[in-house]
Nanobody, 115 residues
Framework: VQLVESGGGLVQPGGSLILSCVAS????????MSWYRQAPGKERELVAS?????NYADSVKGRFTISRDNARNTVYLQMNNLKTDDTAVYYC????????????WGQGTQVTVSS
């Protein structure tokens, strides 16, 4: 099983980035996919998820959009109007829709918002 994130980098406040997470080794369409982030000194927090529907943290509503392409086994996070508070390592998570099995995590991609 692999989850490989990409698309992170350095961006100025107000800028945009698109994160991608490519999955392999499991039946992608049977899993809810999520993006989490962890800033230095803070706990990991949910940013957005997509399963039967979509869900967003209040801090990113209206700025971030999560989507998935089951044919490409990929989940995306479109991030617009980025703020310095969005600086964090962003992680991809896969959680089975039915059945209690441990989730899968990616290794993370760094997003830095700074002028």
């Amino acid at each position: 099983v692999q989850l490989v994130e990409s698309g992170g980098g350095l961006v100025q406040p107000g800028g945009s980035l698109i994160l991608s997470c490519v999955a392999s080794g499991f039946t992608f369409r049977s899993y809810a996919m999520s993006w989490y982030r962890q800033a230095p000194g803070k706990e990991r927090e949910l940013v957005a998820s997509i399963g039967f529907g979509t869900n967003y943290a209040d801090s990113v509503k209206g700025r971030f959009t999560i989507s998935r392409d089951n044919a490409r086994n990929t989940v995306y996070l479109q991030m617009n109007n980025l703020k310095t508070d969005d600086t964090a390592v962003y992680y991809c998570k896969a959680e089975r829709l039915f059945g209690a099995v441990p989730p899968y995590w990616g290794q993370g991609t760094q997003v830095t918002v700074s002028s």
